[in-house]
Nanobody
Framework: QVQLVESGGGLVQAGGSLRLSCAAS????????MGWFRQAPGKEREFVAA????????NYAGSVKGRFTISRDNAKNTVYLQMNSLKPEDTAVYYC????????????????WGQGTQVTVSS
């Protein structure tokens, strides 16, 4: 089993920044991709960003490209999401997810999920 624990969420004004962290523990392996997804009230869970096992490849949703940066530290089994220039429409619960092998923008293909962390952006 793998456990994922997100942290770093909170309340921020529009234009501000937050950095989310996701620590993986348990039966983890180096060869896994990580993703960030978010879900706003009344909406479906949507893809935000993903990163390959070695950090060499990344992918972003169009709505966050240029504002968010995903990164990872395999020595710490941790993935990060740096969020800059936040907008009220970024308000959501953010989830990290782990997928063995390649990265994907499809939530259904991920194997493990964290419990989520709330991000609220005020206007």
């Amino acid at each position: 089993q793998v456990q994922l624990v997100e942290s770093g969420g909170g309340l921020v004004q529009a234009g501000g920044s937050l950095r989310l962290s996701c620590a993986a523990s348990g039966r983890t392996f180096d060869m896994y991709a990580m993703g960030w997804f978010r879900q706003a009230p009344g909406k479906e869970r949507e893809f935000v960003a993903a990163i390959s096992w070695n950090g060499g490849n990344t992918n972003y949703a169009g709505s966050v490209k240029g504002r968010f940066t995903i990164s990872r530290d395999n020595a710490k089994n941790t993935v990060y999401l740096q969020m800059n220039s936040l907008k009220p429409e970024d308000t959501a619960v953010y989830y990290c997810a782990l997928r063995y092998y390649g990265m994907s923008d499809r939530a259904s293909l991920y194997d493990y999920w964290g419990q989520g962390t709330q991000v609220t952006v005020s206007s």
